[in-house]
Nanobody, 114 residues
Framework: QVQLVESGGGLVQAGGSLTLSCVAS????????MGWYRQVPGKRREWVAT???????NYADSVKGRFTISRDNAKNTVYLQMNSLKFEDTAVYYC????????WGQGTQVTVSS
C-alpha cells in the first residue's frame, strides 16, 4: 500500500508563490499517473492537475498558466509549483493517483490572503 505525505503549504499573500511536495512511501508510483487535488470545507474535493509517467501534464482551467506539476520518480515525489496565487486557491491540497487509487494523506493547507 502507498502512503502519501503532502507538505509545503502555508500562508501567502495574493500574487505570491508556493511549492507543494508529495512523497509516496510503501510502493513506488513511478508508472502511475499522479495528480493534485484540493478541497475547501463544505465543498467536494476537486482535481487540479495531472502528470503521467511520461511527463505529460494537464490542468484545471482555474489554475492553467499559474500552476506547474512535476515529478521525480527516483524520489517518489510529485510537486506542484503555484504562482500568482489567488484568494480562491485557498484549500487543503492533496495528491493521489489519477484516477484515485490510494488512501488520502493528511493534505497540506494553503491559505491565500487577499
Amino acid at each position: 500500500q502507498v502512503q502519501l505525505v503532502e507538505s509545503g503549504g502555508g500562508l501567502v499573500q495574493a500574487g505570491g508563490s508556493l511549492t507543494l511536495s508529495c512523497v509516496a512511501s510503501g510502493r513506488t508510483f513511478s508508472r502511475n499517473t499522479m495528480g493534485w487535488y484540493r478541497q475547501v470545507p463544505g465543498k467536494r474535493r476537486e482535481w487540479v492537475a495531472t502528470i503521467t509517467d511520461g511527463g505529460f501534464t494537464n490542468y484545471a482551467d482555474s489554475v492553467k498558466g499559474r500552476f506547474t506539476i512535476s515529478r521525480d520518480n527516483a524520489k517518489n515525489t510529485v510537486y506542484l509549483q503555484m504562482n500568482s496565487l489567488k484568494f480562491e486557491d485557498t484549500a487543503v491540497y492533496y495528491c493521489n493517483a489519477v484516477p484515485v487509487s490510494y488512501s488520502w494523506g493528511q493534505g497540506t493547507q494553503v491559505t491565500v490572503s487577499s
